[in-house]
């Protein structure tokens, strides 16, 4: 479990402290130390620490891996907090998922700076003052949305026959507050994302960037008579990458894809179309056509370290919508190469994700007519598995390594030979840069970032909620069908590309076919990204499917039923609410089942 849960507690009551007594007998001397409210409002760099701890608790912001505890990955370390929770040892006491303490202690910086924004000095130009004002107040109300999102994902659930969410609380709190409030109901929590989703809209552009001239000036500042200089002094260059007008829509478009999914459709009174339309008007930023804008290396944009080196601060691939920082190191070489290219092997595909892949000819291996080979698996299969995993025979690493996972292989890749070899028969290639040399005598690092929001994942959610809404070629709106999209991505993997795609024009008249091919592309292209966890739930899919692996012995391949069983019970498609908040609240109801 994060342990960071643990640390903003200690945080949050410190901040608390700080902001609202003295602290005589802590600081020295206590009145320079001393900063509440009134202070801050003339210290701008103060004020921004507010909002700036709301990066720092980015829940997009860290690597969780948390297929491990879905049907896609096992992982080989024993202690794993995900390898615990899918075995058994999920509670309300003890959960990896949990963000509750954490999002809402940051909830509360928020609010507080939302309520002295408007009071800062932010420049001596008050015209500048008044465009940072928005930015700053914009970046809020976005950053808000996205922790409601993060909260409902993890602990959204039914109790007394309501779909709940989380107590929604928009005033900042001090130690005279009453912190025993109720939980809203899920669908008053999504009317609140909604409402700081539109303001953040209303107060941010759409992207950052310098101008140069001022007509470049957006209308509503050019009545002001705002030039291009002091526009860009607000909102150029520099602030690229912090939340915009089009992350807001994105944010807006993953909760009501959520609430119009089949586990939350009960509570909520947001629709397929609904949503369908919020995905379509965040994939708007990529141009009237966005289908014709899929970046043609999306599926890999992680892949070329050299290209991330020379991203400009605050550049993005066109893949990509919102990413963190990029860094140089060798950290996920280390935790996920193979051992003998030096790594620990900590994510082990299994079995079940390798059998979704479909044949290069996009049938799946269980249609006859496919051509798959069980004695040859991996032969003329989509070339997204051999990008994604390794799998017996691979190459990987800057040596391009032969990979021998075979159990009756002599080296420490072999199937269960050591404590960092695979338990599965497969590796995770996904996410590493194959020039990096993880040997600690001769480290060669490579730059990497974490993805936030990738454009693929907009257009799958997209191709779902348009599927539920119109069928697999209708538009309704908008100039683009589910048919479109997942023809493209599957164009764009290497699937009927000089032919045509069987399977998808067999899915083409049909919403059943159609939505279990996009249910799929989904698993393929979002795998190691922190997706599935959340689909299987919010689709009310089987989460208890043991994960299976692959058995090779003198060359003869034989699947392995139970690496792992899984060991979830029905009411854990919603996740709990801290055992420890509702005993100190009475008002807060556990989610049924916890």
Not at 465 to 470: D, L, M, S
Request: with cysteine.
């Amino acid at each position: 479990m994060k342990n960071r849960n643990k640390i903003s507690t200690i945080v949050m009551v410190f901040m608390l402290l700080f902001v609202y007594t003295g602290c005589e007998d802590t600081f020295e001397p206590a009145i320079e130390n001393h900063k509440d409210s009134s202070d801050l409002k003339n210290m701008p760099a103060w004020a921004t620490g507010l909002l700036g701890h709301a990066y720092i608790s980015n829940p997009l912001g860290s690597w969780s891996f948390n297929d491990v505890a879905t049907d896609d990955a096992v992982s080989n370390d024993p202690n794993n907090g995900y390898r615990l929770m899918a075995t058994g040892s999920w509670t309300a006491n003890t959960n990896p998922m949990g963000e509750w303490q954490y999002l809402r202690a940051s909830w509360q910086y928020l609010n507080q700076f939302i309520d002295i924004a408007d009071e800062v000095d932010w420049a001596d130009d008050q015209l500048v003052a008044d465009m940072f004002k928005d930015r700053m107040k914009g970046d809020a109300f976005g950053m808000r949305a996205l922790y409601m999102y993060h909260l409902l994902l993890n602990h959204a659930g039914w109790a007394n026959g309501q779909l709940l969410g989380i107590p929604i609380i928009t005033e900042s709190e001090d130690l005279n507050s009453d912190f025993n409030v109720p939980r809203n109901t899920f669908q008053e929590c999504i009317n609140q994302l909604y409402a700081d989703v539109d303001s953040a809209i209303m107060l941010l552009p759409e992207n950052y960037g310098a101008i140069s001239s001022d007509n470049q000036v957006p209308e509503k500042y050019q009545t002001l008579g705002i030039t291009s200089g002091q526009y860009t002094r607000v909102f150029g260059d520099n602030a690229k990458n912090r939340m915009n007008a089009q992350i807001a829509k994105a944010v807006r478009a993953q909760a009501a894809l959520l609430a119009a999914s089949p586990a939350y459709s009960e509570g909520s009174n947001v629709t397929w179309e609904e949503a369908a339309n919020m995905m379509a008007e965040a994939l708007s930023g990529l141009g009237a056509n966005p289908i014709a804008e899929i970046d043609p290396d999306g599926n890999k944009w992680y892949a070329d370290g050299q290209a991330i080196e020379q991203l400009a601060a605050g550049e993005n691939p066109k893949e990509i919508l919102w990413r963190g920082n990029k860094e140089e190191n060798v950290t996920l070489e280390q935790d996920h190469y193979p051992p003998t290219l030096f790594g620990s092997g900590r994510l082990n595909p299994t079995q079940n994700l390798v059998d979704a892949f479909p044949m290069a000819n996009g049938l799946p291996i269980t249609d006859p007519n496919s051509g798959y080979d069980p004695n040859n698996p991996y032969n003329n299969r989509d070339p997204r598995l051999a990008m994604y995993i390794i799998y017996n025979g691979s190459t990987a690493g800057p040596g391009n390594t032969e990979i021998i996972t075979a159990a009756d292989g002599e080296d420490n890749n072999a199937l269960n030979k050591d404590v960092t070899s695979t338990r599965t028969g497969y590796y995770m290639k996904k996410h590493l840069n194959q020039d990096v040399n993880a040997n600690p005598d001769s480290e060669t690092p490579s730059y990497h970032y974490k993805s936030f929001i990738r454009y693929t994942e907009i257009f799958l959610g997209y191709a779902e909620a348009a599927n539920e809404a119109w069928g697999p070629k209708g538009t309704g709106p908008n100039s683009y069908s589910a048919y479109d999209v997942i023809k493209a991505i599957r164009q764009r993997a290497g699937i009927g590309v000089n032919s045509t795609d069987e399977y998808l024009e067999s899915a083409s008249n049909n919403k059943d076919v159609m939505r279990e091919l996009i249910y799929n592309e989904r698993r393929l292209e979002l795998c190691f990204e922190g997706f599935r966890f959340w689909d299987l739930r919010r689709w009310k899919k089987d989460i208890t499917e043991p994960a299976k692996g692959m058995q090779i012995v003198g060359g003869e391949y034989n699947i392995l039923p139970e690496v792992e069983q899984r060991a979830y019970q029905d009411y854990m498609y919603y996740g709990p609410i801290p055992n420890s908040e509702v005993v100190k609240f009475d008002n807060l109801i556990q989610n049924e089942g916890w």
